[in-house]
């Protein structure tokens, strides 16, 4: 039986009614409970509206980490409240598998086959959202993709509140505003609510713990009181702004329909947003230890107000604007606040207030603080806002995913844009890999015979197959002259074969450590700038090997081939434009792995004319400027600098302003703005940055300026969740043709992702349903097999156990063991918080790197955040940098010459360890 509460909303001595209602009445239900009667005296509830009041269906969900936990319906003053079991529970009592152990897993449950799991919807609730009726929510795209999540269910007809009130332009003090910060922000629900009632005093209570939606496992529990008014008010709020929005003249946005777009958007759309959920409940629960040198409360310009100001000391434990924060005082006390201003390594917490308390805190209270912690999710990136926005137009119909063809060639998963299944009605898994010769592309010889095989057996069937079949012969030879000089090896050819004269649009290049992926990249984009005409004779010659011809007669016969080759008029490559300037874009997940193509382009002769880096300022300023010199700083952007360069529409109104005195024509003008305009990058066809850069629009309106975006090569894909590349492919789509994705799938996968091992596939989460493996012949995958940082011993280890004997050595062996395994006696690992430490293994690896390794370069790896404070403290105390500690997943795509492990852990609890893919990455860290 159903639950029944009737609660008080509001009285009527203190309050006005909110349209005519003083009282709200509440029920709550199991979801296998729902029926029609339930419905019915829901939607009684409108009986008591004002004549003439629009019939809206007030919806609010709550979930715990990704998963659904109970569905608010109001209509009127009645409100309904639908209980979601656990899917977990549920998977666990059909017996399927549960998550990994310390390092994996996640809140979300699938079926270890790989297919979504989902709770049956009730017919009649189906068929309520399902309805013409309006469902009015804050960001209503947003529980309709996680209720389709949960159950399958397409909601239509939604009427999104946040859509329908404009954005708030926050203000602030000069010392708070940060470059390119605008201080917009979209309303919170009940702040939309009070835009139409005013006078109302309704508040949210911001006490609820939103971790205790779902009852204990095995037992039925019912809500609190508490819960109830907390999900009945948000309900109800809803429904209220929802018959405002309609009442107000003007008008509405467009409705979200999840029956719209093709069934695949729907399900690409819902993934990501899962996976966002996912992420943010992650990080809401496990808090991140921000690294300081110093914290000092000061006092702001605002009359009486006091922030904390810190000076940070590591990088990827910044304080960003927006985070919120808690630091610990040395007497136990604890602070809340904000991060309203950040830049370098300089930031400040504004809106202080006691933990206990939530009083203001003025200087006279405070004392030294002892650590400072950060809730990540406070705070949204540039291409999160601008991935929500897409989301939300693709489910009104203002975009189709269709209309940007590798979009849909790598989330489609088939011609009629449903998920190809097996027999058993799951996804399929990954292909195995091809044969090795097929992967490697054979010898040099092997090579150019199957070439004039192919020639031969096109011209059998014509002079058009013939012409087409000899098209790239050039390019193809070239490969082929590379290889001869060492340059490249055989796999790294068929790579770049694939890339440039491939047909398949998407292209996947499996680096296992030490392969020299970099190298393919850097090749790839001299080689485009080849064919495209964009290199000078001199700048052509660079590529050929500086080795000794030493007599031999075959290296003389094919330097002259790769002379005449090289200095031939090139074709260009298939595929380009004869009209538009075409431009390349190589991203990467990190600042470090941009920067690393930048030195592999830089040692190819290539310079300022041909690419640039772009850096966020925010990483550049105060933080990692030193590595940025030289060379490096030739052909260096900052994101700052992007918003000192105008866009051309801004060129044409000041320069035509200008020009207004001498009337000059207006044309004429225009004209001359946009070639001024132009002249910043005229000759750049090629750009390195991150991929969160890349979805900047200032990015697209000032280094492709006058350009079309044709290819996007994405370095440590593996270590980028495919939901992320979406933005991109759709705001570059329409001429983006090849899409090559660099990485490896047996290395760790993105934060938080650690379930399957198909990263160069979309499906790295364990939320929301399983996305399709990209449309057949649309996908060409290589391996690269030699590497060149593994002695022969460990790289046989690593090639059986991970690789399938697949990957070989190209090193010499040493007269020394590649590892060294050191047994710490004594002290135990202990936990503290959601961590693991071991004082013993730090001070063994401090002595040892102390006292072994003073002449080489050496790095100390660890699996856990409190063991790499204790050891970066230990570092600092023997004289050498902070910078040398590092977790083993952040390290992941460098090396060093030495490689020190703290494991913290011991005997049979293996903890992150358990995972193949971070022992991969934490015996591969090492190229000395």
């Not at 008010?233 to 409705?255: E, I, K, Q, T, W």
């Not at 790769?562 to 595929?575: H, I, S």
């Not at 992702?753 to 990263?759: I, K, P, T």
């Not at 202990?830 to 080489?856: I, P």
């Amino acid at each position: 039986m159903p639950f029944i509460l009737d609660y008080t909303l509001l009285a009527a001595s203190a309050h006005p009614p909110v349209l005519g209602f003083s009282s709200l009445h509440v029920r709550t239900l199991d979801l296998a409970d729902v029926g029609s009667a339930h419905l019915s005296w829901l939607q009684a509830g409108w009986g008591g509206s004002p004549p003439g009041s629009p019939r809206v269906v007030g919806l609010d969900t709550e979930f715990v980490g990704s998963e659904l936990a109970l569905v608010q319906l109001c209509c009127g003053d009645r409100a309904l409240l639908v209980q979601v079991p656990r899917l977990r529970q549920k998977q666990q009592l059909q017996g399927g598998s549960g998550g990994s152990g310390d390092g994996g897993g996640g809140d979300g449950a699938r079926p270890a086959s790989g297919a979504a799991l989902q709770h049956r919807c009730p017919r009649v609730l189906r068929a309520l959202l399902q309805d013409h009726l309006p469902k009015a929510a804050a960001e209503v795209w947003q529980d309709a993709l996680l209720l389709f999540s949960a159950f399958g269910c397409k909601l239509r007809n939604g009427l999104d509140l946040t859509a329908a009130c404009p954005l708030v332009y926050d203000e602030y003090d000069e010392d708070d505003a940060d470059d390119g910060d605008e201080g917009c922000r979209k309303l919170p629900l009940f702040e939309i609510f009070r835009g139409f009632f005013p006078d109302s005093e309704l508040t949210k209570d911001k006490s609820i713990n939103h971790k205790d939606w779902f009852p204990r496992f095995g037992r039925r529990q019912l809500l609190s009181k508490k819960q109830i008014k907390y999900a009945a008010l948000d309900a109800f709020v809803s429904y209220a702004a929802g018959v405002g929005a309609l009442r107000r003249p003007g008008d509405l946005p467009p409705a979200v329909d999840l029956c719209k777009p093709e069934h695949w958007q729907v399900v690409a759309a819902a993934q990501v947003a899962a996976v966002a959920q996912h992420l943010a409940a992650a990080s809401a629960q496990d808090r991140q230890q921000h690294d300081f040198h110093e914290a000092k409360f000061v006092r702001s310009s605002r009359a009486g107000t006091v922030r904390l100001q810190t000076r940070g000391s590591r990088f990827r434990s910044r304080l960003r604007r927006g985070v919120f924060a808690e630091a610990t005082l040395v007497d136990g006390r604890r602070i809340k606040g904000m991060c309203v201003s950040s830049k370098g390594k300089t930031a400040q917490l504004g809106d202080l207030r006691w933990a206990d308390s939530g009083a203001p805190v003025d200087m006279w209270e405070v004392a030294e603080v002892e650590r400072i912690e950060m809730d990540e999710h406070g705070a949204e990136t540039v291409e999160e806002v601008a991935t929500k926005a897409l989301l939300a137009d693709v489910l009104t119909g203002e975009v189709s995913l269709a209309g940007f063809p590798l979009a849909a060639a790598l989330f489609s998963g088939g011609a009629d844009g449903r998920p190809a299944t097996s027999r058993g009605g799951t996804a399929p898994a990954r292909p195995p890999l091809p044969p090795t010769a097929a992967v490697v592309g054979g010898g040099v010889a092997a090579g150019l015979a199957a070439l004039l095989r192919s020639a031969f057996s096109a011209a059998v069937r014509g002079v058009s197959a013939f012409l087409a079949a000899v098209r790239g012969v050039p390019m193809a030879a070239q490969l082929f002259a590379l290889q001869l000089f060492g340059r490249i090896n055989s796999s790294q050819r068929a790579a770049l074969h694939g890339l440039l004269l491939g047909d398949e649009p998407v292209q996947l290049v499996q680096g296992p450590p030490g392969t020299g992926k970099t190298t393919v990249i850097s090749q790839a984009v001299w080689l485009w700038l080849l064919h495209n005409g964009h290199l000078s004779s001199r700048q052509r010659s660079t590529a050929i090997s500086q080795r000794a011809v030493n007599g031999h007669l075959a290296t003389v016969v094919s330097r002259a081939v790769w002379l005449w080759l090289q200095n031939a008029a090139p074709p260009r490559l298939p595929g380009a434009s004869e009209e538009a300037r075409e431009a390349l874009a190589c991203v990467a997940g990190s600042n470090v792995a941009a920067r690393n193509i930048e030195l592999s382009l830089l040692k190819l002769g290539l310079g300022a004319q041909h690419f640039r880096l772009v850096v966020s300022n925010e990483s550049y300023f105060e933080w990692h400027a030193q590595q940025y010199g030289g060379q490096l700083k030739d052909v260096l952007i900052t994101s700052d600098q992007l918003e000192d360069l105008p866009t051309g529409a801004q060129y044409v109104r000041e320069y035509v302003a200008s020009c207004a005195s001498a009337k000059a024509p207006w044309k004429q003008a225009a004209d001359e703005a946009l070639g001024k305009r132009g002249q910043y990058f005229a000759s750049l066809q090629v750009v390195v940055t991150t991929v969160s850069m890349l979805a900047s629009p200032k990015f697209s309106a000032t280094m492709l300026h006058g350009k079309v975006l044709t290819r996007l090569m994405v370095d440590e894909a593996s270590q980028i969740y495919a939901g992320d590349l979406l933005l991109p492919l759709v705001q570059y789509g329409q001429h983006l043709r090849s899409l090559s994705l660099f990485g490896d799938d047996m290395q760790l996968p993105p934060y938080g992702s650690e379930w399957d091992g198909a990263q160069l596939q979309p499906s790295a989460y364990p939320v929301g349903p399983p996305l399709p493996p990209p449309a057949a012949g649309h996908v060409r995958r290589n391996m690269l097999t030699l590497s060149y940082r593994l002695p022969p011993a460990l790289c046989a280890f690593i090639s059986d156990t991970m690789y399938g004997g697949l990957l070989r050595s190209g090193r010499k062996a040493a007269g020394r063991p590649a590892v060294r395994w050191v047994d710490v006696q004594g002290r135990e690992e202990k936990l503290e918080g959601t961590s693991w430490s071991n004082e013993a293994e730090c001070e063994a690896a401090c002595g040892l790197a102390r006292r072994g390794f003073q002449g080489s370069s050496w790095t100390v790896l660890t699996g856990y955040d409190k063991q790499r404070w204790l050891l970066s403290k230990g570092v600092v105390q023997r004289g050498s940098g902070g910078e040398r500690v590092y977790n083993i997943d952040t390290f992941q795509g460098r090396e060093d010459e030495v490689v020190i492990v703290s494991l913290v852990r011991r005997g049979d609890s293996l903890g992150f360890m358990v995972d193949d893919r971070r022992v991969n990455v934490m015996l591969t860290r090492c190229g000395g």
